[in-house]
């Protein structure tokens, strides 16, 4: 229990160590993190919890559970990038921590630890685990799952899974299905019959008898029928109030339409998921080409009864799922296969936990002269490399886009100092503390990444900076600005915003409103600047960084009452004919 306890404290630390800093400081990433907060402020303000809108319309995209979990942290700690951002940071550490139990379960406490650990302090969790967007929601809940189900097969690993187990699957997935969708339900439920039939040990007639008794066994049916109740109510309400619109683009645009063929452009080859994983299970992915050559190894050469298969199976089943499935469809997005991490990260840590051992044995099978510490010292070098990388662009992209930041390279040294130390620990053969330099130094360096040089780099890009420079007296007014329009700026006016086709209705709208707001790019600017009222005024004006120069432009007339979302400080405002 006491073990069990400091687990607990120290993967809770990790990830909070990594996913707290800078959450309310850097504003929110176009385009998902704003589109998802305007929608819960539209919830919020209309008290409609059941159709989601942005920007005065139906946003057919993404079910609500991610807005339901915004307005609890909106609640706590206001309308601002840390109230929409506190749900995916704490629903993520819950991620975490169910990696480790799940480790703990089906290969004991030392990788329990290691799992959770790697899943703490990799690069995506780091992203995705303080997002706005529906990611962290729907991994915390297929983990959920699959730590109930690891649960039922380390209990009862040659008979079917208990109703209690089947029923907490179910409920699992049902809020998966409102998280983001088929995917929350589907995929899990494939994996766990997949394992069940890896660790059939051949007594059935033939491939389909097995196949109908791993369903059996995993009482497809029970989890299945329970998540749809959790999930169909909203589905039939949400359909009811449409009239069947939301659910038929939901389904057939957002689902099959994405599987079928690319959407916005993100398409890619069958090696896109590999380099993804690379990245974002970084620097854990120091070891990503031992990791399966040591499971094949493992599973080949230990007897079909030995439980050290229990979790090879769950774990490649599981990343198998998914990896596999968004490998196949042809929208492709990094973070369509974070639900996969805990599983790699349970094969990871198993094969740390084996080399921390000395029972690795597939590097001879490969090549006679390849040993376990040449492997480890390859990983130890790309980490370095790594850190360099960090070194020299770091101040590239600071110089570009935030000049006096290029200091933010010195981020880079955290890596390669971790890197040499690391290598020194294991040629002495203090190979634990080579690991704990490696978990220790991959939260520090994600702390630093997202605490410092994310703020830093973001604090002069987007519509949040554009609108920070505008007084407070000029920031109430009817908005609009060019098709197609920033979803940030939807967030941070509070308001809804018109979307102007072209340059002439820009130049319409600033006529005709006297409360008229315009957000333009700054390269349109000379296109509408001849033909305004002298009572217009450049409100703002943002020089280019990650994203295009943008421009404010208002008139100083009569605006009505209203707020901003954000009322930061400004400079008085700027005539036209000084631009």
Same mark, same amino acid.
């Given at each position: 229990?006491?073990?069990?306890?400091?687990?607990?404290?120290?993967?809770?630390?990790? $990830?909070?160590?990594? %996913?707290?800093?800078? @959450?309310?400081a850097a504003p929110l990433w176009e385009e998902d993190e704003p589109k998802n907060a305007a929608c819960s402020l $539209?919830?919020?303000?209309?008290?409609?919890?059941?159709?989601?809108?942005?920007?005065?319309?139906?946003?057919?995209?993404?079910?609500?559970?991610?807005?339901?979990?915004?307005?609890?942290?909106?609640? *706590?700690?206001?309308?601002?990038?840390?109230?929409? &951002?506190?749900?995916?940071?704490?629903?993520?550490?819950?991620?975490?921590?169910?990696?480790?139990?799940?480790?703990? *379960?089906?290969?004991?406490?030392?990788?329990?630890? *290691?799992?959770?650990?790697?899943?703490?302090?990799?690069?995506?969790?780091?992203?995705?685990?303080?997002? $706005?967007?529906?990611? !962290?929601?729907?991994?915390?809940?297929?983990?959920?799952?699959?730590?109930?189900?690891?649960?039922?097969?380390?209990? =009862?690993?040659?008979?079917?899974?208990?109703?209690?187990?089947?029923?907490? @699957?179910?409920?699992?997935?049902?809020?998966?299905?409102?998280?983001?969708?088929?995917?929350?339900?589907?995929? +899990?439920?494939?994996?766990?019959?997949?394992?069940?039939?890896?660790?059939?040990?051949?007594?059935?007639?033939?491939?389909?008898?097995?196949?109908?008794?791993?369903?059996?066994?995993?009482?497809?049916?029970?989890?299945?029928?329970?998540?749809?109740?959790?999930?169909?109510?909203?589905?039939?309400?949400?359909?009811?109030?449409?009239?069947?619109?939301?659910?038929?683009?939901?389904?057939?645009?957002?689902?099959?339409?994405?599987?079928?063929?690319?959407?916005?452009?993100?398409?890619?080859?069958?090696?896109?998921?590999?380099?993804?994983?690379?990245?974002?299970?970084?620097?854990?992915?120091?070891?990503? %080409?031992?990791? +399966?050559?040591? !499971?094949?190894?493992?599973?080949?050469?230990?007897?079909?009864?030995?439980?050290?298969?229990l979790p090879l199976a769950f774990a490649g089943c599981w990343a198998a799922a998914w990896v596999g499935a968004f490998?196949?469809?042809?929208?492709?997005? #990094?973070?369509?296969?974070?639900?996969?991490?805990?599983?790699?990260?349970?094969?990871?840590?198993?094969?740390?936990?084996?080399?921390?051992?000395? &029972?690795?044995?597939?590097?001879?099978?490969?090549? =006679?002269?390849?040993?376990?510490?040449?492997?480890?010292?390859?990983?130890?070098?790309?980490?370095?490399?790594?850190?360099?990388?960090?070194?020299?662009?770091?101040?590239?992209?600071?110089?570009?886009?935030?000049?006096?930041?290029?200091?933010?390279?010195?981020?880079?040294?955290? #890596?390669?100092?971790?890197?040499?130390?690391?290598?020194?620990?294991?040629?002495?053969?203090?190979?634990?503390?080579?690991?704990?330099?490696?978990?220790?130094?991959?939260?520090?360096?994600?702390?630093?990444?997202?605490?410092? $040089?994310?703020?830093? %780099?973001?604090?002069?890009?987007?519509?949040?900076?554009?609108?920070?420079?505008?007084?407070?007296?000029?920031?109430?007014?009817?908005?609009?600005?060019?098709?197609?329009?920033?979803?940030?700026?939807?967030?941070?006016?509070?308001?809804?915003?018109?979307?102007? #086709?072209? !340059?002439?209705?820009?130049?319409?709208?600033?006529?005709?409103? +006297?409360? !008229?707001?315009?957000?333009?790019?700054?390269?349109?600017?000379?296109? @509408?600047?001849?033909?305004?009222?002298?009572?217009?005024?450049?409100?703002?004006?943002?020089?280019?960084?990650?994203?295009?120069?943008?421009? @404010?432009?208002?008139?100083?007339? &009569?605006?009505?009452?209203?707020?901003?979302?954000?009322?930061?400080?400004? +400079?008085?405002?700027?005539?036209?004919?000084?631009?």
């Amino acid at each position: 229990m006491r073990r069990s306890l400091v687990s607990t404290l120290i993967i809770s630390a990790a $990830a909070g160590c990594v %996913l707290l800093p800078g @959450i309310g400081a850097a504003p929110l990433w176009e385009e998902d993190e704003p589109k998802n907060a305007a929608c819960s402020l $539209a919830m919020l303000d209309s008290g409609d919890w059941i159709v989601p809108t942005f920007n005065g319309e139906l946003r057919v995209e993404k079910p609500p559970l991610v807005n339901w979990i915004q307005l609890a942290g909106i609640s *706590l700690l206001g309308r601002n990038e840390a109230g929409v &951002r506190i749900g995916s940071v704490v629903l993520t550490v819950g991620t975490c921590l169910l990696s480790g139990w799940l480790g703990r *379960l089906l290969a004991g406490p030392s990788v329990g630890l *290691l799992t959770g650990l790697i899943m703490a302090s990799c690069v995506w969790t780091a992203i995705g685990g303080r997002a $706005a967007t529906p990611d !962290a929601p729907l991994v915390f809940c297929t983990t959920l799952a699959a730590t109930i189900f690891a649960h039922g097969l380390r209990h =009862r690993p040659t008979e079917p899974l208990s109703l209690g187990h089947a029923t907490g @699957i179910g409920l699992a997935c049902g809020l998966a299905i409102l998280a983001k969708g088929p995917v929350g339900l589907v995929l +899990p439920l494939v994996s766990f019959a997949a394992c069940r039939w890896c660790l059939d040990r051949g007594d059935s007639a033939g491939w389909l008898a097995r196949i109908g008794t791993a369903s059996a066994a995993t009482r497809l049916l029970l989890s299945g029928g329970v998540a749809l109740a959790v999930a169909l109510p909203w589905y039939l309400l949400v359909s009811i109030k449409t009239g069947g619109r939301c659910l038929e683009e939901f389904f057939f645009v957002h689902n099959v339409g994405r599987f079928a063929a690319p959407m916005e452009g993100h398409d890619g080859s069958l090696a896109y998921y590999p380099l993804v994983l690379a990245v974002g299970l970084f620097p854990w992915s120091l070891v990503i %080409l031992a990791v +399966p050559l040591h !499971a094949v190894f493992v599973w080949k050469t230990t007897p079909t009864t030995s439980e050290r298969r229990l979790p090879l199976a769950f774990a490649g089943c599981w990343a198998a799922a998914w990896v596999g499935a968004f490998s196949l469809a042809g929208t492709k997005l #990094p973070g369509y296969v974070w639900p996969a991490y805990p599983g790699l990260a349970l094969l990871t840590a198993m094969y740390l936990a084996d080399w921390l051992d000395g &029972r690795t044995g597939w590097e001879k099978s490969l090549w =006679r002269r390849l040993s376990p510490a040449a492997v480890m010292h390859v990983g130890l070098g790309s980490v370095a490399l790594v850190g360099g990388g960090f070194v020299v662009g770091l101040p590239l992209v600071a110089r570009r886009f935030a000049p006096g930041q290029e200091w933010l390279g010195l981020i880079g040294l955290v #890596p390669i100092a971790a890197a040499g130390l690391a290598a020194v620990a294991e040629r002495y053969g203090q190979r634990r503390r080579c690991l704990a330099i490696l978990a220790s130094s991959a939260v520090l360096l994600l702390a630093l990444l997202g605490g410092v $040089a994310a703020v830093r %780099l973001a604090r002069h890009q987007g519509t949040a900076s554009l609108l920070a420079a505008v007084p407070p007296s000029s920031q109430p007014g009817c908005w609009a600005g060019l098709h197609p329009i920033s979803p940030s700026l939807v967030f941070y006016t509070g308001a809804e915003v018109r979307s102007l #086709p072209d !340059a002439a209705a820009c130049r319409d709208h600033l006529l005709t409103d +006297p409360a !008229a707001r315009l957000v333009i790019r700054a390269a349109r600017l000379g296109e @509408i600047l001849p033909q305004l009222p002298s009572d217009c005024r450049l409100l703002s004006l943002k020089p280019p960084s990650f994203d295009p120069a943008l421009a @404010i432009i208002g008139r100083t007339g &009569r605006p009505p009452a209203g707020t901003l979302a954000q009322q930061p400080p400004a +400079p008085s405002q700027v005539p036209l004919e000084r631009f």
